[in-house]
């Protein structure tokens, strides 16, 4: 055998090899994670990402920074923060517990500086226990930001559900008790709006409610 050929089939020999561990790793990457079927790690800034259910962490900061998918739900931890910028779609529920920081934004500036193309929608809930800050902002300039459940927070340092009107609207109902700052204003609320419980300033104002209101 020419020694020339000899050594070029031992090398692709190795690489068939190589490639043959490579699948199987691939392969067994891929059962355990359909086998484990729970929910991903948010850590970091994202875009143009699909997810099924997410968590946030313990003390972690997940930001959805534009054209994300959220085919489910998303968990935020003890002291982490979730941050969820213009042209993102949640299609379930946001709930906090203990978190650092709640920020949802249909307006570029502050953590979101893309231009924007969409808006937001959240077919779920948003609920918020405990924590430093929540803030809802829609967009009345031409935007869509639609959350289609409720918004409940409670025991949050400081709280600020604003601008959802024009095109952009909370479709259930907003309740917000036993609170620090609170702000809710500027807004079209399809279901009732309750402030209960405040323990600081408290700015309720150009709210067109469909419900009850008990402020």
Avoid: W
């Avoid at 949050?156 to 959802?164: D, H, K, T």
Wanted: charged content about 20%; aromatic content about 4%.
């Amino acid at each position: 055998l020419n020694p020339l050929l000899a050594v070029t089939m031992k090398k692709i020999s190795v690489l068939n090899i190589l490639f043959c561990l490579l699948l199987l790793s691939l392969l067994a990457s891929y059962t355990v994670l359909a086998n484990n079927g729970g929910p991903q790690t948010c850590v970091g800034n994202f875009a143009g990402a699909s997810f099924g259910d997410l968590v946030v962490p313990e003390g972690q900061t997940c930001q959805l920074d534009r054209f994300n998918v959220v085919d489910g739900s998303i968990k935020v931890e003890k002291g982490a923060s979730l941050i969820v910028c213009p042209d993102n779609e949640i299609h379930g529920d946001v709930k906090a517990h203990q978190a650092n920081s709640v920020f949802i934004s249909d307006i570029v500036g502050g953590p979101c500086s893309r231009p924007k193309v969409r808006g937001i929608t959240i077919d779920g809930d948003v609920k918020v226990q405990g924590g430093s800050s929540v803030s809802l902002v829609g967009n009345p300039f031409g935007g869509v930001a639609v959350i289609e459940g409720d918004v409940k927070v409670e025991n949050v340092g400081e709280v600020s559900i604003q601008s959802f009107n024009g095109l952009s609207r909370i479709e259930g109902d907003v309740k917000v008790e036993h609170s620090g700052v609170v702000t809710v204003a500027d807004n079209i609320i399809d279901g009732d709006l309750k402030i209960k419980g405040t323990t600081g300033a408290c700015i309720e104002q150009n709210n067109l409610v469909s419900g009850k209101i008990n402020s």
